[in-house]
């Protein structure tokens, strides 16, 4: 007989969440162990592309499924399966490339086979908090591995639009877009709320676009039907623009204490900081783990 607890399922992210400056802490692992004896279905929800999470996690006993690239997909751990949700059409990705080229912005383009970056965004990247893990600190050897195995899977392009030019038949499943400016965020954001087909996760100067109806909220939603698990018995937790989806989902959303504004102001609990092991700590109080 399970044992009863008061959340049936967990997701997370993963960056700033659950994994600081690429790596996870003992007392996460530790509360992902303590969360598998007992019978909890753990879920991490990320932005990445499948070939981009690191093997701790995509082969982890202690993780269910991992829903990828911003609910596009889902990743079933133990059986190494992947089911596909969403895409966008090459039309529509090319229109929310114009819009975001029109406001400054750099591209990476994410298919179901795998992702791409223009060289600018790359450049770009690598000065973003994916990378600092929200510090100045120089990038740790995971941080770096993370750099080097993007290098290794993923390709590097002059333009995001002339690649989908040349390739009609891309399944394309989401766009990153970096900026330089705040304005420069707001306006293409203006512009491709113009067009009403694309979902859009806001940061700051930095922007996800998925296929209307595509969401971490929306992944997981699919997901928990699949298994008969109820939005009342998820609880959630995330720190960025693309996990407000998750609050609009689960029963309880539990925000970092590093989180984006915005993303502090839809929490049911705030939890303390990722360095401090946020995550492992709620854990750890709610599921009355020693």
């Known amino acids: 007989m399970e044992e009863k607890t008061p959340y049936r399922l967990v997701a997370f992210d993963l960056d700033n969440t659950t994994l600081y400056r690429g790596a996870m802490s003992d007392a996460t692992k530790q509360a992902l162990r ?36 911003t609910g596009s997909s889902v990743y079933e751990v133990k059986t190494r399966s992947m089911t596909h949700l969403w895409n966008m059409s090459i039309e529509q990705a090319n229109l929310a490339i114009e819009a975001c080229k029109r406001s400054g912005g750099r591209m990476n383009l994410v298919t179901r086979e795998r992702a791409f970056a223009e060289k600018s965004a790359f450049q770009y990247f ?56 705040e304005s420069e965020t707001a306006d293409a954001v203006a512009k491709l709320k113009e067009c009403g087909c694309f979902e859009i996760a806001e940061s700051p100067r930095y922007l996800e676009i998925t296929a209307k109806g595509c969401t971490k909220g929306t992944g997981l939603a699919r997901l928990c039907e699949r298994l008969g698990v ?7 937790f995330g720190d960025s623009g693309n996990d407000i989806a998750l609050a609009d989902y689960a029963g309880m959303f539990v925000a970092m204490g590093n989180a984006d504004p915005a993303v502090l102001q839809r929490a049911g609990i705030i939890a303390p ?14 599921f009355g783990i020693a």
């Open 126 to 181: 690598l000065k973003s908090s994916a990378v600092s893990g929200q510090t100045r600190a120089k990038p740790s050897l995971l941080q770096i591995l993370r750099i080097v195995q993007m290098i290794l899977v993923s390709s590097l392009m002059d333009d995001a639009g002339k690649y989908l030019k040349a390739h009609t038949g891309a399944a394309v499943v989401k766009l990153d877009a970096f900026f330089d400016l």
């Open 230 to 236: 109820s939005a009342n018995d998820v609880i959630a």
């Open 34 to 69: 303590s969360l598998n004896s007992k019978g909890v279905i753990t879920v991490a929800a990320t932005g990445r592309h499948i070939s981009l999470i690191p093997d701790m996690i995509r082969k982890n006993r202690n993780i269910d499924f991992i829903i990828c690239v």
């Open 273 to 286: 900081n990722v360095r401090e092991d946020g995550f492992a700590s709620v854990i750890r109080d709610l």
